[in-house]
Structure formats: structure tokens, C-alpha cells
């Protein structure tokens, strides 16, 4: 079955396979006589959509496209199990976004309930106007009743905001997707800012005459970085999963950054969400490893072919990865097991798999026997999940870095924010403590 799996994987991550899903949506288009046209579902109390919502208007400028706005309020707990805790990250991680993409965003809670039901009902009353919808976010994070007030004097009724808004939640889930702040534009999802710059290569190549990128781009501009071993002696804790795609991502980059910087790189394996619990749904699972698929090709990072690890190979490689840390080679070991299942298609079940991985990192048929009998890795991965609620996150990849006292100095969830540990260590960006500890 997993081969099976792995096979479908292949299939749906591959760029013909994206090729032809892109031009059926074009030819489509054509033959109706439509516009290119972008869909944004955004969350009044997603500050990340908030942001989000601030740069479509660059967008519309720049290319000649149709923007179709559709408002949410909530998330299905099928695949946002503590959407408190994602909307509190939220919040945290857009003060830096903010303060590196030039847009405005105040570090503010989450608007309450009451306060975002407001503004959700202003914002339904003219639901093509995209300045009603940055006027009324902005104000609901602001905490600005008055604004709110004004805005209100010909908000739609109770009623009519939940027949629109269960449309809409509707529409998300039958494109495909479960969160606000992203963008659908021909069969293809973009999150937040930090996919514009591959949508904005998408329509780069359907609509001709466009007048040059004049978005930033995700990586902002480049840093003055320091020469290779020249940072303070910091703690780069980098929590991950085998099972996650993502986690293979920035297991490459936070090593690749340790070294540059000489950070001392700390490796927290955790088991994957479905196993502590957690759902991934199968369209949840499908988003992230098209998307995985397509950064990896954007950045020339090795990808396929795949082997879900799931259940006995995600313990063998726990099981392995504790025994070759405490000799000193888990770096190597990380690295070797992330390429085996994300590029190789190997299967972790299999005791050979196992051998070879073993053997690539110095250890041989006896000590892979050993490790595997050794159980001691459950209560490791325990302690690494209990420290990440403590620094407010939940999934992987995740990232904290700390200084010499062991504080926090920035934590980051995903690959993405890389660049925000890197600007930290530098000393580019002020500390920001764990949104836990925000008050």
C-alpha cells in the first residue's frame, strides 16, 4: 500500500502533472472568454491574511486579472486542531513579516469574537470592494470600535453573514484547501506573502504585456551577512518530524545556516502530528506535498521519489537517529533518513534500508540491531513536544534560537522563516520571546 501511496505521490507532485491541470484551467478560461481571475479567502482574525490583504492591490495594478474576494471566519478542526494557538502565531510571526516587507501591522491581540463578527459583517455588506475589507481588518486589529461603528451603518443582518459565510467555507473546501490568507488561481494554492512571488511567476506566464515584478519578493532584500563562524555563540534548536516534507526542507537549510553562521545546531525529533493525535486529512496532506514539491523545484532542492514513513518506519528512524546522536553523528543521520524517504523512495521499514542508512553514518548491522531494541527515544520525543508548546507551536518544522543564558531570542514555525532566525542571529531584528511569553 505504501508503494502504492508513493506512486500517487509522484503523480500528483510532478510538474506535467501541473502543466496539464494549469492549461485545462486556461483553455477553460479561454473558451468562456473570462478574465484570469484570483480567488482570496481571507479571515478577519488571520494575521496573516491581514498582511496578505495589504499587497493584492500591487498585484491588480501590475498584472490585468480579476480578484474575487471571499470571507471565512472559521477553521475546520479537522485540520486545525488549537486554531487559538495558530491565530496567537499569527499575530507574533506578522510583526517581523510586517517589519520586513514595509506594511503596517501593530503588535496587537487577536481581535475577539464579537469584534471580528463586526467586521465581517462590514465587510459581506460590499464583498467586491477589497478597500472595505483592508478597512475593516485594519480597524478589528486595532481594536478601533468607533471606526467599526461608522463602517457599520449598512452592515448586513445576522442572518445573511452566515448563509454567505458557510458559501464561502464551502467553496474552500470543494478548491481544496482549509486555511484564510491564501490565493487560488488555476487549480494552484498560494499562501500569504510567502507564496507570491510563485504566483506572480504563474501569471507571469499567461499574461503577457505585464510591467515587471514590483512585489518583493519572499527572501526580501538580501542581508549584510557576517563572514562563516563570526556569530555569538547561539543555540539553533530545530524540531522536525520524518514524516514531514517540510521538515526535510529546513532540515537542509538549518544545517546549511548553522555552519555559515556557527550556530550550535540542537536536534529535536518529534513524532508525526497523526501519531500525537492530531488529524491530517487527506486534502491537508495533498496541499502540502504539491506545495513542497514546487518549492523544492523553485529552489533546486532534490524530490522525489517519495515513501510515506508512517508508523514502524517513523519509529525505526527515531530509533536510529537517538543511537547515532549520542555518537556524535544525528547530523548525519538526519540528513541521510530525510533524503531516503523525500528523494529516494526508500522504505524504513525494511531492515536493508535501515543497514545502509547505518552504514552511510558509521554504524554498522550490530549497532543498527542495538538501536532499534532501544526504546529510550519515546521519552526524548515526549520532552521535545512538550518544549515546543512551551515556545507556543504545535507542528514542524520548527525553530528556536537562544542565546548563551538558554533565553529565547526568536522562534519560527516552517521552513519559510528561516530567513527571521538568520536576521536574529545577525542581530538585524530585535529579540522577539516566544508568542507564549508576549503579553
Same mark, same amino acid.
Given at each position: 500500500?505504501?508503494?502504492?501511496?508513493?506512486? =500517487?505521490?509522484?503523480?500528483?507532485? %510532478?510538474? %506535467?502533472?501541473?502543466?496539464?491541470?494549469?492549461?485545462?484551467?486556461?483553455?477553460?478560461?479561454?473558451?468562456?472568454?473570462?478574465?484570469?481571475? @484570483?480567488?482570496?479567502?481571507?479571515?478577519?482574525?488571520?494575521?496573516?491574511?491581514?498582511?496578505?490583504?495589504?499587497?493584492?492591490?500591487?498585484?491588480?495594478?501590475?498584472?490585468?486579472?480579476? &480578484?474575487?474576494?471571499?470571507?471565512?471566519?472559521?477553521?475546520?478542526?479537522?485540520?486545525?486542531?488549537?486554531?487559538?494557538?495558530? !491565530?496567537?502565531?499569527?499575530?507574533?510571526?506578522?510583526?517581523?513579516?510586517?517589519?520586513? +516587507? *514595509?506594511?503596517?501591522?501593530?503588535?496587537?491581540?487577536?481581535?475577539?469574537?464579537?469584534? %471580528?463578527?463586526?467586521?465581517?459583517?462590514?465587510?459581506?455588506?460590499?464583498?467586491? %470592494?477589497?478597500?472595505?475589507?483592508?478597512?475593516?481588518?485594519?480597524?478589528?486589529?486595532?481594536?478601533?470600535?468607533?471606526?467599526?461603528? @461608522? =463602517?457599520?451603518?449598512?452592515?448586513?443582518?445576522?442572518?445573511?453573514?452566515?448563509?454567505?459565510?458557510?458559501?464561502?467555507?464551502?467553496?474552500?473546501?470543494?478548491?481544496?484547501?482549509?486555511?484564510?490568507?491564501?490565493?487560488?488561481?488555476?487549480?494552484?494554492?498560494?499562501? *500569504?506573502?510567502?507564496? &507570491?512571488? &510563485? =504566483?506572480?511567476? #504563474?501569471?507571469?506566464?499567461?499574461?503577457?504585456?505585464?510591467?515587471? /515584478?514590483?512585489?518583493? !519578493?519572499?527572501?526580501?532584500?538580501? /542581508?549584510?551577512?557576517?563572514?562563516?563562524?563570526?556569530?555569538?555563540?547561539?543555540?539553533?534548536?530545530?524540531?522536525?518530524?520524518?514524516?514531514?516534507?517540510?521538515?526535510?526542507?529546513?532540515?537542509?537549510?538549518?544545517?546549511?545556516?548553522?555552519?555559515?553562521?556557527?550556530?550550535?545546531?540542537?536536534?529535536?525529533?518529534?513524532?508525526?502530528?497523526?501519531?500525537?493525535?492530531?488529524?491530517?486529512?487527506?486534502?491537508?496532506?495533498?496541499?502540502?506535498?504539491?506545495?513542497?514539491?514546487?518549492?523544492?523545484?523553485?529552489?533546486?532542492?532534490?524530490?522525489? $521519489?517519495? #515513501?510515506?514513513?508512517? *508508523?514502524?518506519?517513523?519509529?525505526?528512524?527515531?530509533?536510529?537517529?537517538?543511537?547515532?546522536?549520542?555518537?556524535?553523528?544525528?547530523?548525519?543521520? &538526519? =540528513?541521510?533518513?530525510?533524503?531516503?524517504?523525500?528523494?529516494?523512495?526508500?522504505?524504513?521499514?525494511?531492515?536493508?534500508?535501515?543497514?545502509?542508512?547505518?552504514?552511510?553514518?558509521?554504524?554498522? $548491522?550490530?549497532?543498527?540491531?542495538?538501536?532499534?531494541?532501544?526504546?529510550?527515544?519515546?521519552?526524548?520525543?515526549?520532552?521535545?513536544?512538550?518544549?515546543?508548546?512551551?515556545?507556543?507551536?504545535?507542528?514542524?518544522?520548527?525553530?528556536?534560537?537562544?542565546?548563551?543564558?538558554?533565553?529565547?531570542?526568536?522562534?519560527? +514555525?516552517?521552513?519559510?522563516?528561516?530567513?527571521?532566525?538568520?536576521?536574529?542571529?545577525?542581530?538585524?531584528?530585535?529579540?522577539? $520571546?516566544?508568542?507564549?511569553?508576549?503579553?
Amino acid at each position: 500500500m505504501s508503494r502504492i501511496r508513493s506512486m =500517487l505521490a509522484g503523480l500528483i507532485t %510532478s510538474e %506535467s502533472a501541473g502543466r496539464l491541470v494549469r492549461g485545462r484551467h486556461e483553455l477553460a478560461r479561454r473558451l468562456r472568454g473570462e478574465p484570469h481571475r @484570483v480567488i482570496f479567502f481571507h479571515r478577519v482574525n488571520d494575521a496573516w491574511s491581514a498582511l496578505l490583504a495589504q499587497r493584492l492591490g500591487d498585484l491588480t495594478a501590475v498584472y490585468d486579472l480579476q &480578484l474575487d474576494l471571499r470571507l471565512i471566519s472559521t477553521l475546520p478542526i479537522d485540520c486545525v486542531p488549537d486554531p487559538q494557538r495558530l !491565530d496567537d502565531y499569527a499575530a507574533y510571526d506578522a510583526v517581523r513579516l510586517a517589519h520586513a +516587507w *514595509g506594511l503596517e501591522f501593530d503588535d496587537r491581540p487577536v481581535p475577539d469574537g464579537a469584534t %471580528s463578527h463586526l467586521a465581517d459583517r462590514i465587510i459581506l455588506s460590499r464583498p467586491a %470592494s477589497l478597500t472595505q475589507l483592508q478597512t475593516a481588518t485594519a480597524a478589528a486589529w486595532r481594536g478601533d470600535l468607533d471606526r467599526l461603528a @461608522v =463602517l457599520a451603518h449598512d452592515a448586513i443582518d445576522e442572518q445573511e453573514t452566515g448563509v454567505r459565510l458557510a458559501e464561502n467555507q464551502r467553496e474552500l473546501h470543494r478548491l481544496g484547501h482549509y486555511l484564510g490568507g491564501m490565493l487560488w488561481y488555476q487549480g494552484e494554492w498560494f499562501w *500569504g506573502l510567502d507564496r &507570491l512571488a &510563485l =504566483l506572480e511567476q #504563474r501569471l507571469r506566464d499567461r499574461i503577457p504585456g505585464h510591467r515587471g /515584478l514590483t512585489l518583493q !519578493d519572499s527572501l526580501f532584500n538580501p /542581508l549584510e551577512r557576517r563572514a562563516a563562524g563570526s556569530a555569538l555563540p547561539l543555540d539553533l534548536e530545530f524540531y522536525f518530524s520524518f514524516r514531514s516534507p517540510y521538515s526535510y526542507l529546513g532540515a537542509i537549510k538549518a544545517v546549511a545556516l548553522a555552519d555559515r553562521l556557527g550556530l550550535n545546531l540542537q536536534l529535536r525529533p518529534l513524532l508525526p502530528m497523526v501519531s500525537r493525535g492530531i488529524p491530517v486529512p487527506g486534502h491537508k496532506l495533498r496541499y502540502i506535498i504539491r506545495d513542497v514539491a514546487r518549492i523544492a523545484r523553485a529552489e533546486g532542492i532534490a524530490f522525489g $521519489p517519495i #515513501r510515506d514513513p508512517l *508508523g514502524k518506519g517513523v519509529e525505526n528512524c527515531l530509533a536510529l537517529f537517538h543511537y547515532a546522536e549520542e555518537r556524535g553523528a544525528g547530523r548525519e543521520f &538526519l =540528513l541521510a533518513a530525510m533524503r531516503a524517504i523525500w528523494c529516494e523512495g526508500a522504505d524504513l521499514r525494511s531492515r536493508a534500508t535501515l543497514d545502509r542508512l547505518g552504514k552511510r553514518c558509521g554504524l554498522g $548491522p550490530a549497532a543498527t540491531e542495538g538501536a532499534l531494541a532501544d526504546k529510550r527515544w519515546r521519552a526524548r520525543v515526549e520532552a521535545n513536544a512538550a518544549t515546543l508548546a512551551v515556545l507556543g507551536l504545535w507542528g514542524v518544522p520548527g525553530f528556536c534560537l537562544r542565546n548563551v543564558e538558554g533565553q529565547p531570542l526568536s522562534v519560527a +514555525w516552517g521552513q519559510d522563516r528561516l530567513w527571521a532566525i538568520e536576521r536574529a542571529a545577525l542581530g538585524v531584528d530585535v529579540a522577539m $520571546p516566544p508568542p507564549r511569553l508576549v503579553q
